[in-house]
């Protein structure tokens, strides 16, 4: 009996324990659970905020080539540089200068007079920037607005706007792709006719001419 006795304690002990370890053992799974969670909720909080455009300066560097359209077509290779200040995930205000390497432009070629003509130059236009972006995310769509003037080979009006798309990359750093519409007043050569009928050297007027074009851009922000 008394056998017995000690028998059915230890077994009630063993049982009491069993139930305490697996109690516990349920406690720290959940407690690890929770933990392993915020762990990694907070990363890719972390990791988003990383992603958004942050307040304070911005730079951009941009390439691209500009497809000549309308009455002037002629085609151009640009690079420019944006910097400014990026008042909230959405709103960019900022300046900037580019080199634009311009093709020649001859509407008659082959033939002895041109009645419009403009050699091969590099325009410095410098502009004021404004760029929207339309959501907060590691790749947002936005839009973009120059305006500005050259400042090189008689001057003339610069504007660009374009839409595209930001790839972040990380903090300030993102690739972006765009394409967008220029229009460009530039100088040209205008044909005004022969110094007299004994001197065929051709007289020249220096006009503004309005050209447009296409632009398409892969542009590095920092």
Known sequence: MKVVYIATLALLCSFFVSEQVESQNVVHSDISG???????????????????????????????????????TFNRFEINTTHGYQFNPYVFLGGGIGFHFMSQYNINEKQLIS?????????????????????????????????????THGGGTYINGSVGCRFAVWGRQAFNISIGYTYENLQ???????????????????????????????????
């Open 188 to 222: 040209f050569d205008t044909y005004k006719g022969f110094v007299s009928q004994q001197n065929i050297a051709k007289l020249v007027n220096n006009k503004k001419k309005a050209t447009f074009a296409i632009s398409l851009r892969i542009g590095y922000e920092f």
């Open 34 to 72: 929770v933990y392993k969670q915020r762990v990694k909720t907070n990363f890719y909080n972390e990791l988003n905020k990383n992603y958004t455009l942050a307040k304070g300066y911005h730079g951009m560097l941009d390439l691209g080539y500009s497809i000549g359209c309308g009455s002037y």
């Open 115 to 151: 009645f419009n003509y403009r050699y091969h130059y590099i325009d410095l236009p410098i502009f004021a920037d404004a760029k929207f972006t339309l959501i907060n995310g590691t790749i947002t769509p936005f839009v973009d607005a120059k305006a500005g003037f050259f400042i």
